[in-house]
């Protein structure tokens, strides 16, 4: 729960400017006491003598503009959202418990101690003004603080993670840097630093609009195992002046069903994953001697490569060494591209996501180093970095769940035909249009069979930047998009003479008239490039039995999908009043010269059951 009883008016509260959809109520939750602290808190011996300090109504220290602010515009599950101001040293901070209780309780318990708080702060500013005590005018704090450990206390129950839901209403990106530490004030005061857990630190990016961060519970394992009491705070970045709504702070067990939730487009699916090695993938330093493959490394790798995640290293060692390692070891032939040498790790980072064209925010970097975490983490933007802690959970990461399909099984092997490729493409120089004339390139366009499903979820949910309306469908959407009887939908099947590309792009269409919209297009981007769009669009518009003098689109600009509306203006695509892009295509352009259709126009589909 949020510390909302303290507040005071707020001139003008958010109000949501982007769609969004938050997610579903975890199984089980954690009920945790969220309050504005500062960095530098030594309360309340520090009221006196700190310039900064402002009293609240119960005379602890005022961080936020507005304290927590009840934001009924983002309401979640019947509860507003809190809406914070951050002042110079201000963070957000709850001490933690892992007695994990199903959702509904932690909702009920907040809903009745959000009802006592006042009555109970109100009997406890009396009794500060008869006793002279100040701290009995902060009794409801203190009160649930200690109901909190006497949770703590209880039998605990392991979470998945800790989940972050927030909204950042401004322009410009929000830093946060998220932590957690051991609270040394309920430890052996005899207890050197080394004897306890290390804190699990983590800067989190919030975009405009809606972000959900959510970290494995492996990434804070030893937080866990230690059995200790310890806090969790956000910080910002920034002095003051960050302006955010958090509509859940979370310690959750998910459930089953919630793990392979579709993900906001505020945290896409990850595509790769870049290991260390020494210390990380094994156990020990190349360069001093002998090294152990740690347990469980192999099964990692298999379940990730059969869900279709890239594989690659990046790592301070010899190449020479360290690839020969790796082929004794049998992990040589999962990696794509791995950057082996002395150089910084971000460099490293950065050259993997370019050669294999994929964002940097479809990344996941795992290092045993709080040092190179922090670098890469620091230099790389949207890359999401977790301890060695991490590794043996990472199979169970949302954002890692892929799909196993037949494309996810090739993804790797379709890599490596993409990179013959292009040292093929070197050698006919500028004639672009010949290299792809020499590639005999074949499309396949036809509605979806059964087995299509899978792969048409993951395009639906993991494509962006050929994602021509923007939108991500839930796995439960897209059987609803098959079942539409007003639209026909259609998968295309890409090959060459290097491979095999799979199904790269999912279509939804329909005639209107003389006019053939496009509700949505979504395109591998590892089509991109090759006239597939074009001839898509010429294949629909010869439809035997319609005549079609125009083509809509529905495009809408989003922050990745700038190559979706670069194939629509080489195309001479032009917006309308309605918002729809409108143009034609000639079936004796250049797709007609580069790429061979064959289709087929009856649904194989058989009804969603």
């Known amino acids: 729960m949020f510390e909302f009883d303290k507040h005071r008016p707020m001139r003008e509260a958010s109000r949501p400017r982007h769609s969004y959809v938050p997610a579903g109520a975890p199984s089980r939750r954690a009920f945790l006491l969220w309050g504005e602290h500062c960095t530098e808190c030594a309360a309340p011996d520090c ?4 310039s900064l300090y402002e009293a609240r109504s119960d005379g602890r220290c005022r961080r936020f503009e507005y304290g927590v602010y009840p934001n009924p515009h983002f309401a979640r599950d019947g509860r507003p959202a809190a809406e914070v101001v951050f002042r110079r040293w201000g963070k957000i901070e709850a001490q ?29 500013t009396l009794v500060a003004r008869l006793t002279g005590d100040q701290r009995w005018s902060w009794l409801s704090y203190s009160l649930l603080e200690r109901l909190n450990r006497r949770l703590r206390r209880a039998r605990a129950t392991e979470p998945d993670a800790f989940v972050a839901e927030v909204y950042n209403p401004g322009e410009a990106p929000v830093t946060l840097l998220l932590s957690m530490a051991v609270d040394r004030s309920g430890c052996d005061p005899e207890a050197r630093p080394e004897q306890l857990p290390r804190p699990f630190l983590r800067t989190l990016t919030l975009n405009p609009g809606y972000n959900r961060e959510e970290v494995p519970a492996g990434a804070f394992g030893q937080l866990i195992s230690a059995g200790l009491a310890f806090s969790i705070a956000l910080t910002p970045g920034a002095e003051d002046g ?30 790769c994953v870049i290991f260390d090695l020494d210390n990380t993938l094994w156990d020990g330093v190349l360069l001093e001697g002998g090294v152990r493959l740690r347990n469980g490394v192999g099964e990692i790798f298999r379940g990730l490569d059969e869900r279709g995640i890239l594989i690659s290293v990046v790592s301070k060692n010899a190449p020479e060494d360290a690839l020969a390692q790796l082929r004794r070891l049998g992990l040589e032939d999962y990696l794509l591209h791995p950057s082996i040498g002395w150089g910084p790790k971000s460099d490293g980072v950065r050259q993997i996501a370019q050669r294999l064209d994929i964002g940097t925010d479809s990344l996941i970097f795992v290092d045993d180093n709080p040092f190179e975490r922090e670098e890469v983490a620091g230099a790389v933007p949207g890359v999401e970095v977790l301890p060695d802690t991490a590794l043996f959970r990472l199979l169970e990461h949302p954002r890692l769940q892929g799909a196993v399909t037949e494309e996810s099984r090739r993804r790797r092997l379709m890599y490596r035909e993409a990179s013959a490729r292009s040292e093929a493409a070197a050698a006919y120089g500028d004639d672009y249009l010949d290299f792809l004339r020499a590639c005999e390139i074949r499309a396949e366009i036809r509605p979806p069979r059964p087995d299509d499903r899978e792969r048409i979820s993951e395009l639906v949910q993991r494509t962006n930047q050929l994602n021509f309306s923007g939108r991500k469908y839930r796995p439960d959407e897209v059987e609803a998009l098959l079942a539409d009887p007003e639209r026909e939908s259609y998968v295309v099947r890409c090959s060459d003479r290097y491979g095999d590309y799979g199904i790269v792009g999912f279509c939804l269409a329909r005639f209107e008239g003389e006019t053939l919209r496009i509700d949505d297009l979504m395109l591998s981007c590892r089509v991109q490039g090759k006239f597939i769009e074009e001839a898509l669009f010429a294949h629909l518009a010869a439809r035997p039995g319609r005549r079609v003098a125009r083509i809509a689109v529905n495009y ?22 309605d918002g729809l892009l409108y143009g034609m295509v000639d079936a004796d352009g250049a797709a007609g010269e580069v790429v061979t259709v064959e289709g087929s126009w009856e649904p194989a589909l058989s009804p969603i059951a």
């Open 47 to 50: 009221y006196a003598s700190c």
């Open 96 to 124: 933690a418990n892992l007695r994990l209780l199903p959702s509904g309780v932690v909702a009920a318990a907040e809903r009745v101690a959000g009802t006592l708080v006042p009555w109970i702060d109100r009997a406890g």
């Open 242 to 271: 960050a302006q955010l709504v958090f509509l859940a702070l979370d310690l959750v067990k998910q459930g089953a069903r919630s793990v392979k939730r579709a993900l906001s487009p505020a945290q896409p699916a990850a595509k």
């Open 556 to 577: 809408a600009q989003t922050a990745r999908n700038g190559a979706a509306r670069a194939v629509l203006d080489a195309l001479r695509f032009v917006r309308s009043e």
